[in-house]
């Protein structure tokens, strides 16, 4: 192996062990607003509206995603589109869960006054609970990493590592939460791979 390769690899090792220890940490770090973040959105009538800008919309679309297809509806809010309309999405009786690590998000701020003004609770994922919209969040889910592994320390990575990790874990907790089972899954997955995979499945296997 040339010096060159031997580099690349030590870098990508590098990076999957501080996310790795990323997550070791945030595991860690649990606390009672995730109780609170799980049990608001169990409270919830209507829908999830996740939204974020940037690398934490990218993020904010699979939480979604992921929670639409485990029995929890939920819809992506493009924050550059809510202002110009798109807030028409929000109703009454939904649940708006917003990413932003800065916590200070410019385009985030129409979604947070209209929920504010509607009634609706606010659940954010930011790194720093003195940041603007951790104050105004009803529920604030605190993802501050020790630092983004690269060379300008400022590009999202171990934060959007954080992000989808904390939203894989509020979606498994629904789901627990929910006795969401195997038949469950197998309604909203009518088609492809998965499909076949459920069909395999012997009994039950809710755990």
Same mark, same amino acid.
């Given at each position: 192996?040339?010096?060159? &390769? %031997?580099?690349? !690899?030590?870098?990508?090792?590098?990076?999957?062990?501080?996310?790795?220890?990323?997550?070791?940490?945030?595991? &860690? +770090?649990?606390? %009672?607003?995730?109780? &609170?973040?799980?049990?608001?959105?169990?409270?919830?009538?209507?829908?999830?509206?996740?939204?974020?800008? #940037?690398?934490?919309?990218?993020?904010? $679309?699979?939480?979604?995603?992921?929670?639409?297809?485990? #029995?929890?509806?939920?819809?992506?809010?493009?924050?550059?589109?809510?202002?110009? #309309?798109?807030? #028409?999405?929000?109703?009454? &009786?939904?649940?708006?869960?917003? !990413? +932003?690590?800065?916590?200070?998000?410019? *385009?985030?701020?129409?979604?947070?006054?209209?929920? %504010? $003004?509607?009634?609706? @609770?606010?659940?954010?994922?930011?790194?720093? @609970?003195?940041?603007?919209?951790?104050?105004?969040?009803?529920?604030?889910?605190?993802?501050?990493? *020790? $630092?983004?592994?690269?060379?300008?320390?400022?590009?999202?990575?171990?934060?959007?590592?954080? *992000?989808?990790?904390?939203?894989?874990?509020?979606?498994?907790? !629904?789901?627990? +939460?929910?006795?969401?089972?195997?038949?469950?899954?197998?309604?909203?997955?009518?088609?492809?791979?998965?499909?076949? $995979?459920?069909?395999?499945? %012997?009994?039950?296997?809710?755990?």
């Amino acid at each position: 192996m040339t010096p060159r &390769e %031997q580099e690349l !690899l030590a870098v990508g090792r590098r990076m999957i062990a501080t996310e790795a220890e990323t997550l070791a940490r945030l595991g &860690e +770090s649990l606390d %009672q607003s995730f109780v &609170e973040a799980v049990d608001t959105i169990l409270a919830c009538r209507g829908k999830l509206i996740v939204s974020g800008m #940037g690398k934490s919309g990218i993020i904010a $679309r699979k939480i979604a995603a992921t929670l639409t297809s485990t #029995g929890t509806p939920a819809l992506f809010l493009h924050p550059a589109e809510a202002a110009h #309309g798109d807030l #028409g999405i929000i109703t009454p &009786e939904d649940v708006v869960v917003l !990413l +932003s690590y800065s916590g200070e998000t410019d *385009e985030l701020r129409s979604i947070v006054l209209h929920a %504010q $003004r509607g009634g609706n @609770p606010i659940i954010a994922m930011t790194g720093n @609970p003195n940041s603007s919209l951790a104050t105004k969040a009803n529920v604030h889910l605190n993802i501050k990493v *020790e $630092r983004e592994d690269c060379v300008l320390d400022i590009v999202p990575t171990s934060s959007t590592t954080a *992000e989808l990790a904390i939203g894989d874990a509020i979606a498994t907790a !629904l789901m627990h +939460s929910r006795r969401f089972r195997c038949d469950d899954f197998a309604r909203l997955h009518p088609g492809g791979y998965i499909e076949h $995979r459920i069909e395999m499945t %012997q009994g039950d296997t809710y755990k």
